[in-house]
């Protein structure tokens, strides 16, 4: 291998390089062990392996350090919002009509997600088949680089009270552990709001033992396959940032592997194109069969998530997930609130892009209410009245959305809607999200190929709702967080003349998901649910342990080849996957 290296990993204690996947030169690559995928399992599994072998990790995404997407929290939003080529987010949209992301950068999922962090419960990890002291000491071992303890604002304390009230008991204060009642969680955002990532655990890499290349998009596995003999993972073809195409070989030797952490979408689509998985749908690609294996991208299954809107007639404080009620009927309540508290917004003195008569005005922190998650400059917000303007913000601006077509997010537009939404009332901008999840869950659906490009998105069906037990749930979660709405300690945040029925309407009306509206929203939960379901990024599924790979995470029916991920989860592990899912790796 040849080529200048990209900067060294920017928290790393040893010098681990990073570089661009052109660097690979033209020729194949010998490796003892090939791992495609440095994600939120991925950077962990590298980092460990490096200590016995060598490994070669093939990320498709950049670098997260140095980018202020990335590792500003209050570029969250924002971040999802982004469909340029070069984001760390890939907006896909599933056959549901749910608005969704999947990561494209070094760390994966840990570098776009909403930073929860706690493990999963005992009892998953026995059901599992992991071992409990391993999972102890693996979580541990993540935990000591990229878990802190959050501080709590005004907002996130009442929620906190509030679930109290609402009889979500007892308080168990602060705790990695899933433990039934309210507790505060774990953060990989730092007490500077500075986010940390699987990609950090590489600190504890063999810097010898490992290569990483960053934008080298991995288009299939090779496969040494003979008559009457099983198929044997034996390289893989990758892409550069330029589009050269470059092969990776393992070296001879039984213990070489490659493995795959790709992620839920990813690695099941990545073995359909490399010819394993369900024959008839290979062949109308023309794909070469490698082997017959009908479940590969079955499973899939997506947390639904929904959410209602509370403003708040008092400042709140920029926050994301910080607070979970665990109820025993199987959902989660969360929440994460808005505009900044701490830092109002101020004039100062200043020049060049931006001022306006020698008064320049720093761009307002919007929180959850990123004004690039959607634009549209048809409305002209500075008209309506701040009780209105709190719907507009929303109807055109909530958390995941951004539908408006790509020709027409141009910087000049963005930056006409940020000066716009900078000069509305901070009232427009009070207020936030209780959400509720879905544990488990018990709906699944299944994953199929568009095309033959890896770059592109799958179609994936979730099939949301569609096992009762879910609605079930939803329903008895949001029945709690109307409990939590009307609790003595959530009243400073809440406006006493808006029903439970007016904020259901309104929270109807946010533009969430492609689905139609119903007008009976606010009569029936059920209806709420279906109508206003959303993702909160916890889909797993697709390459499920006892379908696709065995207990040791070994493809079944070929050698060589392992899958590590969230793709082999039948489960969503606890209130939020990504802890167990870097234990995983480790």
């Known amino acids: 291998m040849h080529g200048t290296a990209a900067p060294v990993l920017g928290r790393a204690r040893r010098e681990l390089h990073l570089r661009e996947g052109r660097d690979a030169g033209a020729g194949g690559v010998l490796l003892r062990l090939h791992h495609r995928g440095g994600g939120t399992a991925g950077c962990p599994l590298a980092a460990t392996l490096s200590q016995r072998f060598r490994v070669l990790l093939l990320e498709r995404g950049g670098s997260p350090y140095g980018d202020q997407r990335v590792e500003n929290m209050t570029h969250f939003t924002s971040t999802l919002a982004d469909t340029s080529a070069g984001s760390p987010a890939q907006r896909f949209v599933s056959e549901d009509g749910v608005i969704n992301s999947r990561p494209r950068v070094l760390g994966g999922g840990s570098c776009i997600n909403a930073g929860f962090y706690t493990r999963a419960s005992d009892e998953y990890v026995l059901d599992v088949g992991w071992d409990l002291a391993a999972a102890g000491e693996a979580y541990r071992w993540v935990e000591d680089v990229v878990a802190f303890r959050p501080e709590l604002g005004p907002w996130q304390a009442a929620l906190q009270r509030g679930l109290m009230e609402a009889g979500i008991a007892p308080d168990n204060g602060f705790t990695f552990d899933h433990i039934d009642g309210t507790k505060v969680g774990g953060s990989i955002f730092d007490d500077e709001e500075r986010r940390h990532t699987a990609a950090d655990l590489l600190r504890y890499a063999r810097p010898e033992g490992v290569d990483v290349l960053l934008r080298a998009r991995v288009a299939k596995i090779l496969f040494n396959v003979g008559r009457g003999r099983r198929p044997v993972a034996h390289g893989v073809v990758f892409h550069d940032s330029e589009g050269q195409m470059h092969k990776a070989y393992l070296n001879a030797g039984r213990r070489n592997e490659i493995i795959l952490s790709a992620g839920a979408l990813g690695s099941p689509q990545l073995l359909m194109l490399s010819g ?152 427009a901008f009070r207020g936030g999200f209780i959400l509720e999840k879905v544990m488990g869950p018990a709906s699944t659906g299944h994953l199929e190929l568009r095309n033959r490009n890896p770059d592109d998105n799958p179609a994936v069906t979730f099939n949301y709702f569609s096992h009762p037990e879910d609605l079930r749930r939803c329903v008895d979660g949001l029945t709690v967080i109307e409990r939590v709405i009307r609790s003595k300690s959530f009243q400073k945040f809440t406006y006493p003349d808006f029903s439970i029925e007016m904020l259901l309407n309104m929270t109807a009306e946010f533009p969430v998901n492609m689905l139609p509206r119903h007008d009976n929203d606010s009569r029936s939960l059920e209806q709420f649910c279906k109508d206003t379901v959303m993702t909160i990024w916890h889909y797993h599924g697709g390459c499920q342990v006892g379908r696709v790979v065995d207990a040791e995470y070994r493809v079944l029916g070929v050698d060589a080849l392992r899958v590590i991920d969230g793709s082999t989860l039948n489960a969503s592990p606890g209130t939020n996957p990504q802890a167990t899912v870097m234990m995983l790796g480790r």
């Open 276 to 427: 394993v998985g369900p024959a008839d749908h290979l062949r109308s690609f023309n794909i070469t069969l490698v082997l017959n294996q009908p479940a590969v991208g079955q499973g899939m299954a997506d947390n639904p998530m929904n959410a209602i809107f509370v403003p708040s007639p008092s400042l709140v404080e920029v926050s994301l997930i910080q607070v979970v009620g665990i109820t025993q009927f199987g959902s989660y309540i969360e929440g994460a609130s808005g505009s900044n508290w701490a830092n109002p917004r101020h004039r100062a003195s200043g020049s060049g892009s931006g001022s306006r008569g020698g008064q320049h005005r720093p761009p307002r922190n919007f929180g959850m209410f990123s004004p690039q998650v959607r634009t549209s400059l048809q409305m002209t917000l500075r008209q309506l009245e701040p009780n209105e303007q709190v719907t507009a913000i929303l109807l055109l601006q909530t958390g995941q959305l951004a539908t408006v077509p790509p020709k027409q997010r141009t910087p000049e537009a963005l930056a006409r809607a940020e000066d716009a939404m900078s000069r509305l009332d901070d009232a």
